[in-house]
């Protein structure tokens, strides 16, 4: 008998040989980053069978099984703080497509639980749906179960549904009990000290329908789930996810870079290395799948989590970067299951340095920013206050209490955590649920629909038939002249948007309903799944379902496009010779009259570079390359060399587009036949869009000539400006450039000499206070650096006991602008007041801030109509101060 699986590794294979050894086809985890717009990131090991259950794609294989990575954030205040909360988690799932159903899968859940990971059936609770008789008679008279220890369950527990309508049915869980000594009287499984839930099955069964009728589905479905971690804290006796061999480890590195040991430390200590443990295995998947650090979508959720990392990393005193440690830990712990992790080990460290720098720079403005609430010398830090900290610069909590406990302050607790809790609930709202019901008029008729058959790569003419019509966001079986359309055909030489190239362009020609001809014009395609949808407006006649076209796609604009996608190829193929073989797309955009590329790369390309690139790639378009096409195997094509998207999907079958000895690439798009085709290419810019990503946007082809006659127009009208030829324009630039500094230090210099000279008369105002002498006075028309100038020239004639206080306005046209300034001699200073405080609490009156040094200090305001008050309240407070 084989020895029972232990270690995460030998879980997940059991399971998985398990399920294989029954006729289901293994299927490899699918991307963090699902090919699905209703949700960003896997959230469910069924998500990559969402189609398939909801019957838009054919089935892989009557049976299923995978081990699915995932990730959610939705409850990440509990990571670390509970016994198995996680944001990364592996997802082990056994699926029937219209295949086995209920008594299968309870029958061999059983077998996997007790006979394979050795669970003693003493150990087992079992819940069902309060209402599914058949699942509790199969899990006691066919499997067995002691009848007290199966427990019926609500709807809100044990009843799956995919949205308010949709595919739905009822569900049984498998628990673990700790102790089970307790005996079966009473068992509560909400208690999670005594009980774990390890597997679900659902038994997806019905179709729910508005009025909320449940309808037998026709073909049912399995869909199953255990959590790899939590078989794994169950088979390996400890007393949380966090101490299994899938997690410790990286507990481990963390602890050895702080320098403390883990079974020592008090629960907060505790918390934060799981913190990190946890993060660490998340952070480096969702960056071997394509997602950089940014502040939306993906991006967002990379960045919190990578700072939670880091924030934690310092509450244990980690005070240098160590980050690239614990990717170098991930992935050690995790390439032997996820071996592209190895093959994006550069990335990974490098976006994960990156970003760490970047939130250390992050974190010293949000001290700063404390320091300016701190300055205005609150009762209490709210609680909106404290979250902003927390949440917008990664301030930790505990740390804004320490400061404010030193200042004599308190942080209002209950404030924070009630605006942790609307976040809470935000990120709930947005990221729980997997939401499979369909939402519009065309995606009803897009599911509802043959997937349409793409006639474009040879034809840009063809005969076609309607077969579905949406006029105005209703589905419809007429259309009149005027009317915004929406049509699917059966056929189409139209090429529909995707992989970054815009959908065709063109029109539609017929009969028409009243037999009178109609004519559309389509102004874009896109594809709702495997069906185009056409876009336009009909322009003549009258359109129905069932009528007979003809499709013309713009040959001009067709064209265009194919000279684009080409010339997109080629750019990629010229960055991996010219600046790093390992760089990768990161997303494109093929239009008409442009091209942008965006790809993976640490730092700017330089001008020499881009010169370079741009001349391959003009010498590869005159060396006219013709272009092979053809279709072979995924694992063929990567093989031959082929360049894939990272984190795209194919199929099992892919069309490779071959610039023989420059690029093959993994590509469904329109290309030319032959690189002479472009013409011309031309690189119009290059620029940042996030951390490590960068982007050239260009133009080829015909568009080109409409960029140089552009340039050419701006260059003659700066000839005719600077009287000058084309060659001469940079020179002159310059030269007026040089002019313009020169002229301005001198009226800088005339300025200040003005301002010296308007003080030199004020000296006279001030006022002897004993061994003081006070000035508070307005001078206009002064700018800040001239005012500080002329503070600094009247303390100094007036001696070590000057308070100088200036106030004024830039432009006394301007009301939004105030200038303040303090000079204190060194006996003022001695005396107690320092320059930069006072002149910033005198600054808040004309609704400002500022400081500086305890001599010389600036401020600003925003309101000048309140200068006289607060040039009052100066001179008050420094008569107050030093009498």
Aim: net charge negative.
């Amino acid at each position: 008998m084989a020895a029972t699986p232990r270690t995460g590794v030998e879980i997940r294979q059991a399971f998985l040989s398990f399920y294989e050894q029954r006729g289901h086809t293994p299927m490899a985890s699918a991307s963090l980053v699902p090919d699905d717009p209703t949700v960003l990131l896997t959230i469910a090991g069924m998500l990559p069978f969402k189609p398939v259950f909801l019957g838009q794609q054919q089935r892989p294989a009557p049976r299923a099984t995978s081990s699915q990575k995932c990730i959610r954030t939705n409850d990440i205040e509990n990571v670390g703080r509970t016994a198995r909360h996680h944001t990364f988690f592996e997802m082990l799932g056994n699926f029937s497509f219209g295949d086995y159903f209920k008594e299968q899968a309870i029958q061999w859940a059983w077998e996997l639980s007790t006979g394979v990971f050795g669970l003693s059936p003493n150990n087992l609770v079992v819940s069902v749906f309060r209402e599914d008789d058949e699942a509790e008679a199969i899990w006691r008279d066919v499997v067995g179960v002691n009848p007290r220890r199966i427990i019926r369950m609500d709807e809100a527990d044990n009843f799956w549904a995919s949205g308010p309508t949709g595919p739905c049915g009822p569900c049984s869980e498998i628990y673990y009990d700790f102790r089970p000594e307790l005996g079966d009287d009473g068992i509560d499984l909400e208690d999670d000290s005594r009980f774990i839930e390890f597997y679900n099955l659902v038994f997806m069964q019905y179709n729910r329908d508005a009025a909320g009728t449940l309808t037998p589905l026709a073909a049912r479905n399995i869909d199953t789930g255990m959590g790899l971690e939590r078989m794994a804290q169950i088979l390996q006796g400890v007393s949380n996810n966090y101490e299994t061999d899938l997690i410790y480890p990286l507990i481990e590195t963390a602890s050895s870079l702080a320098g403390i040991d883990y079974r020592s430390l008090d629960d907060k200590g505790k918390t934060s290395l799981k913190v990190i443990g946890d993060h660490s295995r998340a952070i480096t998947q969702l960056i071997c799948d394509g997602v950089t650090a940014s502040n939306l979508g993906r991006g967002y959720i990379l960045r919190r989590l990578l700072r939670r990392v880091v924030r934690h990393g310092r509450l244990l005193g980690i005070d240098k970067p160590f980050l690239t440690a614990m990717g170098e830990a991930a992935i050690a712990l995790m390439h032997d299951a996820y071996p592209q992790l190895d093959e994006r080990r550069e990335v990974i460290l490098a976006e994960l340095a990156r970003e760490e720098a970047r939130f250390l720079e992050t974190l010293e403005r949000g001290e700063k920013l404390l320091a300016e609430v701190l300055a205005a010398q609150p009762r209490q830090i709210s609680g909106a206050q404290a979250f902003e900290l927390y949440d917008t610069y990664g301030f930790p909590l505990e740390l804004t209490e320490e400061i404010a406990e030193e200042h004599g302050l308190t942080v209002d607790l209950a404030g924070f955590e009630a605006a942790m809790e609307a976040q809470r609930q935000r990120a709930k709202a947005a990221a729980v649920s997997i939401d499979l019901t369909l939402q519009g008029a065309i995606d009803q008729v897009a599911a509802a629909a043959e997937a349409t058959a793409f006639k474009g790569y040879d034809q840009l003419e063809h005969p076609c038939c309607v077969v579905a019509l949406v006029v105005n966001g209703e589905p419809a079986e007429r259309a009149g002249a005027g009317d915004g359309v929406q049509l699917v055909l059966d056929t189409t030489p139209f090429y529909g948007e995707g992989g970054g190239q815009v959908g065709d362009r063109g029109l539609l020609s017929g009969t028409g309903a009243g037999g009178d001809g109609v004519i559309i014009s389509i102004d874009s395609v896109t594809r709702n799944r495997s069906v185009f949808v056409h876009s336009g407006r009909i322009e003549r006649g009258t359109l129905a379902v069932g009528d007979l076209l003809n499709a013309q796609v713009d040959r001009t604009c067709r064209r265009r496009a194919q000279a684009n996608h080409t010339a997109t190829h080629l750019l990629q193929a010229a960055l991996k010779q010219v600046v790093d073989p390992g760089i990768g797309q990161a997303g494109s955009l093929v239009d008409f009259d442009r091209l942008r590329f965006d790809f993976h790369c640490p730092r700017a390309v330089t001008a020499a570079e881009l010169e370079q690139i741009e001349a391959l790639i003009n010498g590869w378009i005159v060396e006219a390359h013709d272009l092979q096409v053809r279709s072979m195997a995924i694992e063929q094509a990567k093989a031959a060399g082929a360049v894939a998207m990272f984190g795209e999907k194919y199929a099992d079958v892919v069309r490779v587009v071959d610039v023989p000895g420059v690029s093959m690439e993994l590509c469904g798009g329109t290309h030319v036949a032959n690189t002479a085709e472009i013409g011309l290419f031309k690189i119009v810019s290059e620029s940042g869009v996030a951390a490590g990503v960068r982007r050239i946007e260009a133009v080829a082809g015909p568009a080109v000539l409409a960029y140089l006659n552009e340039r050419d127009a701006v260059v003659r009208q700066l000839g005719e400006r600077f009287k000058a030829q084309p060659g001469e324009i940079v020179e002159r630039v310059v030269a007026l450039q040089d002019e313009l500094k020169v002229t301005a230090k001198a009226l800088a210099a005339a300025q200040g000499e003005l301002a010296v000279a308007k003080a030199a008369a004020l000296v006279a105002q001030a006022e002897a206070r004993g061994a003081f002498q006070l000035l508070v006075a307005r001078l206009d028309g002064v700018d800040g650096s001239g005012l500080q100038g002329a503070a600094q020239g009247l303390a100094d004639q007036l001696g070590d006991g000057a308070a100088v206080v200036l106030g004024g306005l830039p432009d006394p046209a301007d009301l939004g602008k105030v200038i303040l300034v303090a000079a204190f001699g060194k006996a003022v200073i001695a005396a107690g007041p320092k320059a930069g405080a006072f002149i910033g609490s005198i600054a808040k009156v004309c609704g400002g801030g500022g400081g500086g040094r305890p001599n010389l200090a600036q401020a600003g305001g925003r309101d000048g109509a309140a200068l006289d008050g607060a040039l009052q309240q100066a001179r008050t407070q420094l008569v107050e101060l030093l009498a």
